[in-house]
């Protein structure tokens, strides 16, 4: 004999199946194993996190010191820059004093070559009979 499939039976079936499958995902989710899976996988997923957290402590930490060595060498360089200038001004400035100091010994000692030339042309002897005079050229 065939079964007459009408519209209610169909609903009846479709009920049964959608019960079924709600007593089966019950079943499911009140596995133990289950439960133990998930806390594994979240205590996984923590730990993952707690490293990635330090790891990037870490990284900030040597980020940190990084800058603060470049800091340092800066400033080292900085101080080295401003005592080698300052080395080169006081050079310069003892230079310039020295130069000025024997200025007026160059000054001095040009005049009394000056007036030695004088003197020795002066006291020259004259040749022949005093009408031409030679002159060298120093």
């Known amino acids: 004999m065939m079964k007459e499939d009408t519209f209610k039976s169909r609903q009846d079936h479709a009920r049964e199946a959608k019960q079924k499958l709600l007593e089966r995902f019950r079943k499911i989710s009140s596995d133990p194993a289950l439960e133990q899976r998930k ?11 707690e490293r990635l957290a330090a790891k990037l402590a870490e990284q900030r930490r040597i980020a ?4 603060a060595e470049e800091a340092r060498l800066a400033a080292e360089k900085a101080a080295e820059e401003k005592r080698i200038a300052e080395e080169k001004a006081a050079e310069e400035a003892r230079l310039e004093a020295e130069r000025l100091a024997a200025r007026p010994k160059i ?28 002159r060298k050229s120093a």
């Open 64 to 67: 940190e010191e990084r800058a």
């Open 107 to 134: 000054i001095t000692a040009s005049k009394y070559a000056l007036a030695a030339r004088a003197i020795s042309a002066m006291n020259a002897p004259r040749g022949g009979d005093g009408q031409q005079q030679t």
């Open 39 to 49: 806390a594994e996988n979240a205590a996984v997923a923590k730990a993952r996190e």
